[in-house]
């Protein structure tokens, strides 16, 4: 049986994903005003994704990194994300299963 080379899964989530570290609810937070004072446009910035790769330099061609993005063309709204992992898709939900239960207690 041949292996699983990696996983992908769309996913929904009422966890605040990207909020795992306040300092990108900080930085977030800077950069929206920025903007409005610079453009004189309020437009609210926030996280959205994280991502795990190796040295690109040390593999010509390896696997795929591990990413959780928010999914293309939904609103922050709808918490639909996007994750890719060169990993057996059990492992997969288990890693995406430890980001929510660190950003539910926000550590």
Do not use: C, W
């Amino acid at each position: 049986m041949p292996l699983e080379a990696g996983s992908h899964i769309a996913f929904y989530s009422d966890a605040l994903l990207f909020l795992i570290h306040l300092v990108f609810t900080k930085i977030a937070d800077v950069v929206s005003r920025e903007v409005n004072d610079n453009f004189g446009k309020l437009i609210p910035y926030q996280a959205t994704g994280v991502g795990l790769n190796y040295d690109l330099t040390t593999v010509a061609l390896g696997p795929a990194p591990f990413n959780i993005q928010g999914r293309d063309g939904a609103s922050f709204s709808e918490n639909k994300y996007f994750s890719v992992a060169p990993v057996r898709t059990k492992v997969l939900l288990e890693l995406l299963d430890m980001v929510e239960t660190a950003a539910r207690a926000k550590i």
